[in-house]
């Protein structure tokens, strides 16, 4: 027997709930995927962290309803009222992604195929992070990207519909720049 191994030995029992922290990458994707998405999607578990409260203040100002169960708890649902993939609207000011490279990064890939106009930014720390190993893949599939002169945030994107597929060999694995 190996030491400190756990042993799971089936169960009697039927329709058991299972109730496990929120995973950040994870509730990044699921607001994201919720909000691309067509009615209504309820999300349970989502993180309550910094990174996923800048996601989905961000969706909020591209005109995602995002609406909470109140009190905040473990059990606690999140109601998503997708806008489809092309019903987003530009948001009003620049889209601050706080200090969350998951937000910039993710989000990225949404607006480079909108027809509006719409700009990523975020705290200093961010602002120094490299910002081309995403831009680089959206520009080859047609998108109009504007990053600083040191390949940083902020980003800016200038509406363009209908971007094109292509395939790309990342060299470095990623993966948020696979979603």
């Known amino acids: 027997m190996v030491a400190d191994a756990l042993i799971v030995t089936p169960s009697?029992?039927?329709n058991v709930t299972l109730n496990v922290p929120g995973d950040?990458?994870?509730s990044h994707r699921a607001l994201i995927i919720s909000a691309l998405a067509e009615g209504t999607t309820s999300i349970h578990g989502?993180?309550?962290?910094?990174?996923?409260?800048?996601?989905r203040a961000a969706l909020q100002s591209l005109g995602v309803s995002i609406n909470c169960?109140?009190?905040?708890s473990s059990d606690t649902c999140d109601f998503v009222?997708?806008?489809?993939?092309?019903?987003?609207r530009a948001a009003d000011r620049d889209i601050n992604c706080g200090n969350s490279g998951t937000t910039m990064r993710l989000l990225a890939g949404i607006?480079?195929?909108?027809?509006?106009n719409s700009r990523l930014t975020g705290d200093v720390s961010l602002q120094r992070r490299p910002m081309l190993r995403i831009a680089e893949p959206l520009r080859k599939?047609?998108?109009k990207i504007q990053l600083s002169s040191n390949n940083t945030a902020p980003i800016e994107f200038i509406g363009m519909p209908g971007l094109q597929t292509i395939d790309y060999?990342?060299?470095v694995p990623s993966a948020q720049v696979k979603s």
């Open 12 to 14: 009697d029992l039927e």
């Open 24 to 26: 950040k990458s994870l």
């Open 46 to 55: 989502l993180l309550r962290s910094e990174d996923v409260e800048k996601t």
């Open 69 to 72: 169960d109140q009190p905040v």
């Open 81 to 88: 009222e997708g806008c489809g993939l092309k019903g987003l």
């Open 111 to 116: 607006l480079a195929g909108q027809i509006f």
């Open 141 to 143: 599939m047609g998108a």
């Open 169 to 171: 060999k990342m060299p």
